[in-house]
């Protein structure tokens, strides 16, 4: 079985940082593409991060310069670190994990970030 569990998240100012992880359980990690997103109150889920099994990372625009994903393959886990949080940084933030030889995506259960200003 499968699992995904995020952690890291909290109540940060702007301008602060926060470093979010996710473990990975139940299938190869290291072979599989691996993504960060996120939903805020009454918006639709959108992509922040991603990062394949060779390392090739790509961001959205929004947070391109600030936040960072990494992996690290020994643990299972994928980071994002937040830098220059903003308040409308604030949402649930979920990582997920493309097998690509099963082709089955993968979901956590999300992190809650909130960001005051």
């Known amino acids: 079985q499968v699992q995904l569990v995020e952690s890291g998240g909290g109540l940060v100012q702007a301008g602060g940082s926060l470093r979010l992880s996710c473990e990975v359980s139940g299938t190869i990690f290291s072979r599989n593409a691996m993504g960060w997103f996120r939903q805020a109150p009454g918006k639709q889920r959108e992509l922040v991060a991603t990062?394949?099994?060779?390392?090739?990372?790509n961001y959205s625009d929004s947070v391109k310069g600030r936040f960072t994903i990494s992996r690290d393959n020994a643990k299972n886990t994928v980071y994002l670190q937040m830098n220059s949080l903003k308040p409308e940084d604030t949402a649930v933030y979920y990582c997920n994990s493309y097998d690509v030889i099963s082709r089955r995506l993968y979901w956590g259960q999300g992190t809650q970030v909130t960001v005051s200003s």
């Open positions: 990062i394949t099994s060779g390392g090739t990372t």
